[in-house]
């Protein structure tokens, strides 16, 4: 049984430039959630997406956006990158109480 | 809202030893989970252990276990018999009963000494 997948797992861009991550859940998860882990800190939630729709919010502009899919799978968009935006995007599962983690997107932003 | 507290940015153990690393929590919700997760430098978040608010029983998973103080707002991982692959950064998280939104600490590096 595959676990939670993302891609790509690295990904260089210029500021000002769009990007598109993805997110396979584990199996039989239905909701997924998008996590943004600078560099030595703990990661920060994005927002999360159960049935298609975002069912909450983190503290985060409109340059970031995402889609569920009907499999379940989703995607992360950030718009006009800013070279903040480097970081780790982490992308979890979630069935219940339980949350499963992929191996996340290392973005640099240059 | 709900935060989490990590005061130990590092910590050393030896091989074989036990481990405590701390995790204090705030939150105005009567229902929520609190969480460990192990972080190697790979990146990628591992599930070690969780403990619902209304459990009596501190939460064990071999050799794992949280000692959960709920009047104290702490929820401490306790990891025995250290192993060299214990190395990596350690974070503590909280979310709401059926929200599955996570909050988490700033984490705890471990190290491990042969």
């Known amino acids: 049984d595959a676990g939670v997948t993302q891609s790509p797992t690295h990904l260089i861009k210029t500021r000002g430039q769009q990007v598109t991550l993805r997110c396979s859940p584990k199996?039989?998860?239905?909701?997924v959630s998008w996590y943004q882990q600078a560099l030595g800190q703990g990661p920060q939630f994005i927002f999360q997406?159960?049935?298609?729709?975002?069912?909450q919010r983190g503290n985060f502009p409109d340059r970031f956006s995402g889609h569920q899919f009907p499999n379940y799978s989703s995607e992360l968009n950030v718009n006009a990158l800013l070279l903040g935006d480097s970081a780790l995007y982490l992308c979890?599962?979630?069935?219940?109480?339980?949350?499963?983690f992929g191996q996340g997107t290392r973005l640099t932003v240059v | 809202a709900q935060k989490i507290t990590q005061t130990q940015p590092g910590m050393f153990v030896q091989e074989k030893e036990a481990v405590t690393l701390d995790c204090t929590y705030d939150?105005?919700?009567?229902?929520?989970?609190l969480f460990w997760y192990k972080q190697p430098s790979s990146g990628e978040m591992i599930f070690l252990i969780y403990?619902?608010?209304?459990?009596?029983q501190n939460a064990t998973e071999g050799r794992y276990s949280l000692n959960f103080q709920k009047a104290r707002k702490s929820a401490n991982l306790v990891i025995s018999a250290s192993q060299l692959g214990d190395s990596a950064m350690y974070f503590c998280?909280?979310?709401?009963?059926?929200?599955?939104?996570?909050?988490f600490g700033a984490g705890t590096i471990l190290r491990v000494k042969s």
């Open positions: 997406y159960y049935e298609e729709e975002e069912r």
């Open positions: 199996s039989g998860h239905d909701t």
């Open positions: 998280a909280m979310s709401p009963f059926y929200g599955n939104k996570l909050v």
């Open positions: 403990q619902g608010s209304y459990d009596e």
């Open positions: 979890a599962s979630s069935f219940n109480l339980e949350a499963f």
């Open positions: 939150t105005s919700d009567q229902s929520y989970g």
